[in-house]
């Protein structure tokens, strides 16, 4: 169901553009094993949480959002460094953010489940 709730989110120009793959999701593209495994331990990790203290996150972006990340001119080919470095400023967010609610005493969580 949150999936669902996560897609209805998206417009249809933004649900073309994941299943056409002009938006991208790190979803193993270019990732050295390493990454690989990261990912799957994290995504091994998530597990359902309905006490509504929890923010599921899913980042997806386009090709263009991935060059500019890594100061590369629009079209750049993507590298397992292009999406490392899109990967790190995701979970540079996600770490503020949780950083920031604590710090202001609001007991929620974001989670990035799928980036």
Same mark, same amino acid.
């Given at each position: 169901?949150?999936?669902?709730? +996560?897609? @209805?989110?998206? @417009?249809?120009?933004?649900?073309?553009?994941? +299943? /056409?793959? $002009?938006?991208?999701?790190?979803?193993?593209? *270019?990732? @050295?094993?390493?990454?690989?495994?990261?990912?799957?331990?994290? +995504?091994?990790?998530? &597990?359902?949480? *309905?006490?509504?203290?929890?923010?599921?996150?899913?980042? =997806?972006?386009?090709?263009? +959002?991935?060059?500019?990340? $890594?100061?590369?001119?629009?079209?750049? @080919?993507?590298? /397992?460094?292009?999406?490392? *470095?899109?990967? $790190?400023?995701?979970?540079?967010?996600?770490?503020?953010?949780?950083?920031?609610? &604590?710090? $202001?005493?609001?007991?929620?969580? =974001?989670?990035? =489940?799928?980036?």
């Amino acid at each position: 169901r949150r999936r669902t709730e +996560a897609l @209805s989110l998206l @417009s249809q120009d933004q649900m073309d553009g994941i +299943a /056409s793959g $002009s938006l991208r999701g790190g979803g193993g593209f *270019n990732l @050295s094993e390493d990454q690989q495994q990261a990912r799957r331990r994290r +995504a091994a990790t998530v &597990t359902h949480d *309905n006490s509504g203290k929890t923010i599921d996150l899913m980042v =997806v972006w386009t090709d263009r +959002a991935e060059c500019a990340m $890594s100061y590369l001119a629009h079209g750049c @080919s993507h590298t /397992s460094q292009t999406t490392a *470095n899109m990967l $790190s400023k995701i979970e540079l967010g996600v770490t503020e953010t949780n950083a920031a609610l &604590t710090l $202001s005493g609001i007991d929620m969580t =974001v989670r990035l =489940v799928h980036a």
